[in-house]
């Protein structure tokens, strides 16, 4: 008795290098939040300078994810959610605005608006990955 498989095993190996990169992307935009908070409760410049080394440390992981899950898309075929996809793109939109933000000098580069946009990342993280876990697992 055979079996037909509907995916490829090619599109597969895509996957384990776009989980290895994106968790550097979560790490850092969530360790943002940290980062910000422990500002707020100490004022210390050491952990606004955290904070921007580690929001461009997930984008710069971020975007080579992009390339990848591109390349995949372009040469394997691989259909990741749209919905996924849009939320990913916010995400990374809404890191970039909080990395120019961040660029600002002591209590201006944090409150409000550094904060609030890392916590409406981490947000939209979340909501990607749950969109992307549902349509991936979905039978």
């Known amino acids: 008795m055979t079996y037909d498989h509907p995916l490829s095993d090619r599109p597969l190996a895509v996957e384990p290098i776009h989980t290895a990169l994106l968790s550097f992307p979560i790490a850092c935009f969530s360790l943002t939040v940290v980062t910000d908070l422990a500002y707020l409760q100490t004022l210390n410049l050491l952990w606004l300078h955290f904070s921007e080394w580690l929001l461009l440390a997930g984008l710069v992981f971020g975007c080579i994810d992009l390339i990848v899950r591109l390349v995949g898309w372009l040469v394997w075929r691989v259909r990741p959610s749209w919905l996924a996809v849009a939320g990913g793109i916010v995400a990374m939109l809404?890191?970039?605005?909080?990395?120019?933000?961040?660029?600002?000098?002591?209590?201006?580069?944090?409150?409000?608006?550094?904060?609030?946009?890392?916590?409406?990342?981490?947000?939209?993280?979340?909501?990607?990955?749950?969109?992307?876990?549902?349509?991936?697992?979905r039978a």
């Open 94 to 137: 809404l890191a970039t605005i909080n990395s120019l933000v961040h660029t600002a000098d002591g209590w201006t580069a944090v409150m409000p608006f550094g904060l609030a946009l890392s916590i409406l990342t981490l947000l939209a993280m979340i909501v990607t990955a749950s969109l992307g876990y549902r349509r991936q697992y």
